[in-house]
């Protein structure tokens, strides 16, 4: 009876009803299917039940079912015509803190048709998670979130549908995958608990939900399938970036570090995952020095340093005039610092090689990155030694919380056969520079895997796949979470990172004080 | 873990939740009612959770669950405290066509708190299932035929609710048995296939819908179960009478009865079930006569005749002055009529014994039941040889009906155990008025057995198990449904059947002309 197959779009001939055979449309439709996904369970809505009769009749009994699949059970989401060209198309969402991005893509290839991205509107609320929460406790607050959200997220989908010559209706899954607190604030749920002792999601498995009961304007039948998260410290967006890296088919043990604010780090391979999350700080992100800021037109991303003349080669985004510097660039700084001697092992400024470069504000050391004249604020871009202790401590507190989890397991870091760098700041990080620091651990430049924006890379992979739910279900019930005390062995192993690379210089073979290649 | 036991409320308590469990609420929730329930499935509403984390910290993690099982899966639609005494309701409904009953029970006990009814409100749109399917086709009828039984519904729950001092939020499953028709109307569905060759209803076995999505004004998570139909002509109110009868429980066979316009007949045990569904006419309802109508105070529902003087002797509903007559009055009319020889055996007036009773009105001849001068309407109440042709067209179709579909598995009608008789209207037929006149066959009286309202009855009979659903679908799954065919056997079956009682008066040794016992 089948005349083509895709894992979301079945095409089915339905027999014509007689006398003889009278079995109601949908209970026709339904025992078609049963037989064609060899399953016992398919479930059709109501309100799509109700323009069913009319639609087989039109087209014949020859019918398109677009479909979702809730586990064992099917769902029909859509019916057509066996000749009607409708798009079917899936929607991929990375709900981030800052930033949400989506995908669209064809579900019938998988093929990725349009994507964009918007900044979260619920930072007006507050700029981060804790700040959010806070706010979704007072008066109508959590209301607000939730609108806010959902609003853009509908307004982002127009458009972006717009420019795909898609209508908003032809989308029939959406994945959605965002750390706890933005998953519950997406679904409408209080996430006061999330910052509380013990620390306890609403949910953790939210599982599909109708996109309309969500208040999301795709097509009405269309589920949401919402990444499961571990705990209020390890969110949808880190299962789905699991995911997308493919861990949970890996032979060899491999690691993956999400670097941000937080340092979300997890190990393993098919057999095993463990996990664990730590307070990286925020200088990694560029967010504290003076001249740090997001990535963006005339924003420093790499720096070179000649070692001879102890010039600074800098390069901008768009190459416009400098006017800060991103995370990846502080890191490359502080990398090539080092290397040319302008910072010693404990990362304070070496006057003598420093020289000119070296000022004083308010009796504190600054080192001149760019001088006033070349850059676009018209003020000296520079970096203090406050920073630079910052920045330290953050390097430290990464590689504590790497050399922390893998000896959890027994394990080496040099034992890893891939090192995955997840978010998007992640594959701006050079690993040669991160390795001159000791931030990262110095294995072959071929084992490092930026993943891009591995959360929603992993929520677009779930839609090329109707089993999709029980893979990610598997991999979050697979994850052991391992707990950071942080206790003298923790802070012993802090201290010893605090140097750089590292007080045993035995782990940093590869690191010579030649200076990084100029880009 | 376990503290009471209510198949549709379960007490659980949850471990509280430590730095080192910091599973999440509702994810603690379901892990406890999977083991509580021994199933690997249980779902929580969006809307549900979103209440969860506040109701299980007030009552310090002692919940009472209220739950339903949707087949092997089971949704929690209450939360609320151990010691909260909230009361936890079920409803009812026998949809029909013309009168609509509901049944508020309580679901921890299976108690009865309360019933009502009230006429269709659709009766105003047509007053049969062909002309409201009619008026489903014009602009906008269908979702005024929709809207018109979901409101009256509403309005009576709220009624029904007030008078048990109830809210209808405390209503968490609602149970619907109606005929295929008036159950495509109540969820919106188009009817118009039903009434058109090959008449194929949209949908065989509703199921599960959400009260909210019927616009049913209970509680929010509430779920309401339809049940399922054969065919067009074989519906819900029916499985629900078999159910009621506990036929699938039976094991020597049986049948069951709707008398009405339509007959509708099922015969079986536990192992097989056969139905069928004919026309039996109006005259069974006292529909056709003059003087016929709908029960009510003043409508005659008994009549017994003296044989030797051959006096009335009626009984009125409520014991005000006669009205009309109504579909039992009519079958004790015929029979007492038969058994005092006022008619023959072709029902022909006998003008000897109805002496001045007899009058010609339009050429035509009737019989006066209640003279001008002791009728509530100051007019005679009349009988005419028309309407008691009519009658007999209709108790031979009724009685070749029950003949056909006994023949068609091998049986005779004799060979019953137990003769259930549906519908509110079968509970008023005395059995021996209908033996006498050949409607029903000879059978010992103590196999007759009432059922009432059998449709209600089986709605009923639902909430007092949470297993019922696969109950039900079982049944409906076992029917053989029997195509009558009018053919040449039936014809003659039905030829003989146009005597009183019987062409062959073996098949009603009872019936002997001595007339009915008075009542």
Redesign the interface.
Known sequence: MKIAKSPWVRTVILAK???Q???????RLISVLKTELQTDAVHVD??L??E???VIRKCDYKVRCILFKDRHRWLVTGIAGIDDSLPVAGLAVDLGTTRVVLRILDLSDGRTLGESGFDNPQLAAGPDILARIHFAETSGGLERLNKAIVNGLNQAVQDLCRSCRLDPQDIYTVTVAGNTAMTHLF????P??IIR??????????GV?KAA??GIQVNAHARVFIFP?V??YFGGDLIAGIFFAGFHKLSEPAILVDVGTNAEVVVGNENWLIACAGAAGPALEGGMTAMGMLAGPGVVDRIAIDPVTHEFDLHTIEGQAPKGICGSGIIDLAAALFLSEMIDIRGKFVSAACGGHLKRINGLAHLVIVPADQSATGSDLTISQVDLDSLIRSKAAMYTILETITTSVGMELRGLSSFFVGGTFGSFIDPRAAIAIGMLPDLPLACYKPLGNSSLGGAALALTSVDFLEEIDDIRDRITYL?LNVNQEFMNRFSAAKFLPHTDASLFPSVKKVGLKHF
């Open positions: 009803p007689t006398l055979d009278n079995t109601a449309d949908t209970d109501l309100n039940l109700k069913l009769p009319e679904m409408g749920v209080n006061r608990w002792e013990p620390y306890i999601p609403v949910i953790n498995k939210p939900i009961e969500l998260n705990g209020s707990e």
